[in-house]
């Protein structure tokens, strides 16, 4: 398989400036010395940072490849994004997800204009599936992890990040199939080789996280709530990229996981789905690998839902988080800067 580049990332920016602004970087003092930076995907179209990737997918096809269409399978922000791009260059998109999917999810990529096939009890069954489709109908099959369009369109995230914050210490990354701690290694390497890229995954769903150390990609129990983080499998492509870049990978529990959505909700007031707090999870959960340095924190999506947002404001409201600001004095942190 090809392996993205610098270039390709470059290539792809130029693709998505008709489609998409820069997202916010915030910094916040933090605790331990910590000069903590939130870059914002939440804010995305479709609330995550996916749709970067998708976009530069479609931009990159032909007429004729568009004109037949996309295919893909997930339970979550993956297809939102896919159903997004396909709708923005009028391709038509089938996503497969597992029988009886998260209602609010299914909605989201109907009402995107995609059509939704359920099928399978669980990704695995949706995915072979999905293959069975795309080789009937022509469709252009979309991995989740093995996509090397869809690691440079996610790379523009970081491109963003070294410009907005040229002089980070390391940059946080939660990892399902390991696209964006991929972009973030290609994107690190090429402008801020100083700049550690750490990798988090949930003890929960360790595919990655174990593929890196083993160095091999290898298959693991997938038991995560937090869905852009459940992946069994890991990705050969991300993988390699990994291997030669990554500094380090740490794993968080689904505690810390809750714990840092609170967080954020109470002291940043942004809405983090799971994988989108599962960075500052890393941080939280090992304060003495950052202390005193400008750490980046990945929020890459937002799409809680309702049962999720109640869950994380009664774990907040039973346990309070170890939660010190730049005062040191529980008052909420003072923004410091607001970068573009
Ligand atoms: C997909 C996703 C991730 C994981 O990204 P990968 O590129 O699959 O490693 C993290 N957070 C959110 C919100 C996601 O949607």
Same mark, same amino acid.
């Given at each position: 398989?090809?392996?993205?580049?610098?270039?390709?990332?470059? $290539?792809?920016?130029?693709?998505?400036?008709?489609?998409?602004?820069?997202?916010?970087? $915030?910094?916040?003092?933090?605790?331990?010395?910590? *000069?903590?930076? %939130?870059?914002?995907? !939440?804010?995305?179209?479709?609330?995550?940072?996916?749709? +970067?990737?998708?976009?530069?997918?479609?931009?990159?096809?032909?007429?004729?490849?568009?004109?037949?269409?996309? /295919?893909?399978?997930?339970?979550?922000?993956?297809?939102?994004?896919?159903?997004? =791009?396909?709708?923005?260059?009028?391709?038509?998109?089938?996503?497969?997800?597992?029988?009886?999917?998260?209602?609010?999810?299914?909605?989201?990529?109907? =009402?995107?204009?995609?059509?939704?096939?359920?099928?399978?009890?669980? &990704?695995?069954?949706?995915?072979?599936?999905?293959?069975?489709?795309?080789? #009937? *109908?022509?469709?252009?099959?979309?991995?989740?992890?093995?996509?090397?369009? &869809?690691?440079?369109?996610?790379? *523009?995230?970081?491109?963003?990040?070294?410009?907005?914050?040229?002089?980070? !210490?390391?940059?946080? %990354?939660?990892?399902?199939?390991?696209?964006?701690?991929?972009?973030?290694? /290609?994107?690190?390497?090429?402008?801020?080789?100083?700049? $550690?890229?750490?990798?988090?995954?949930?003890?929960?769903?360790?595919?990655?996280?174990?593929?890196? +150390?083993?160095?091999?990609?290898?298959? @693991?129990?997938?038991?995560?709530?937090?869905?852009?983080?459940?992946?069994?499998?890991?990705?050969?492509?991300?993988?390699?990229?990994? @291997?030669?870049?990554?500094? !380090?990978?740490?794993?968080?529990?689904?505690?810390?996981?809750?714990?840092?959505?609170?967080?954020? &909700? $109470?002291? &940043?007031?942004?809405?983090?789905?799971?994988?989108?707090?599962? =960075?500052?999870?890393?941080?939280?959960?090992?304060?003495?690998?950052?202390?005193?340095? #400008?750490?980046?924190?990945?929020?890459?999506?937002?799409?809680?839902?309702?049962?999720?947002?109640?869950? %994380? %404001?009664?774990?907040? +409201?039973? +346990?309070?988080?170890?939660?010190?600001?730049?005062?040191?004095?529980?008052? =909420?942190?003072?923004?410091?800067?607001?970068?573009?």
């Amino acid at each position: 398989m090809r392996l993205p580049t610098i270039t390709d990332t470059l $290539r792809a920016r130029r693709l998505l400036a008709a489609h998409l602004a820069p997202t916010p970087l $915030r910094v916040h003092p933090w605790a331990d010395g910590v *000069t903590l930076h %939130v870059k914002r995907e !939440d804010v995305q179209p479709v609330g995550a940072f996916k749709v +970067r990737g998708g976009l530069t997918l479609l931009a990159g096809m032909s007429p004729a490849e568009r004109a037949r269409g996309v /295919l893909g399978y997930s339970t979550g922000n993956h297809a939102q994004s896919l159903a997004y =791009a396909a709708a923005r260059f009028g391709a038509p998109c089938t996503i497969v997800m597992p029988e009886r999917p998260n209602p609010a999810k299914a909605a989201a990529v109907r =009402a995107l204009g995609a059509e939704l096939v359920e099928h399978g009890a669980a &990704l695995e069954q949706a995915s072979a599936h999905a293959a069975e489709l795309a080789a #009937r *109908t022509g469709k252009r099959l979309v991995s989740a992890g093995d996509e090397p369009e &869809l690691v440079a369109g996610v790379a *523009t995230a970081y491109l963003e990040l070294f410009e907005q914050a040229p002089d980070l !210490d390391a940059v946080v %990354v939660p990892v399902g199939g390991g696209s964006g701690a991929a972009a973030a290694c /290609l994107v690190a390497a090429a402008v801020a080789p100083g700049c $550690r890229v750490v990798a988090v995954q949930s003890a929960a769903s360790p595919a990655a996280h174990d593929s890196w +150390r083993g160095g091999e990609p290898v298959a @693991r129990p997938n038991r995560i709530i937090a869905e852009g983080l459940a992946t069994g499998t890991g990705f050969a492509l991300p993988q390699e990229i990994m @291997r030669a870049h990554l500094a !380090d990978f740490l794993l968080v529990d689904h505690a810390g996981i809750t714990r840092a959505q609170w967080t954020m &909700l $109470r002291d &940043l007031h942004v809405l983090a789905e799971g994988a989108g707090a599962a =960075a500052l999870a890393a941080v939280l959960t090992h304060p003495e690998r950052f202390a005193g340095q #400008r750490v980046a924190v990945m929020c890459t999506g937002g799409n809680a839902g309702e049962a999720e947002i109640r869950r %994380v %404001v009664d774990v907040g +409201r039973t +346990r309070p988080p170890r939660t010190v600001t730049g005062a040191g004095d529980g008052r =909420a942190p003072r923004v410091a800067r607001a970068l573009p």
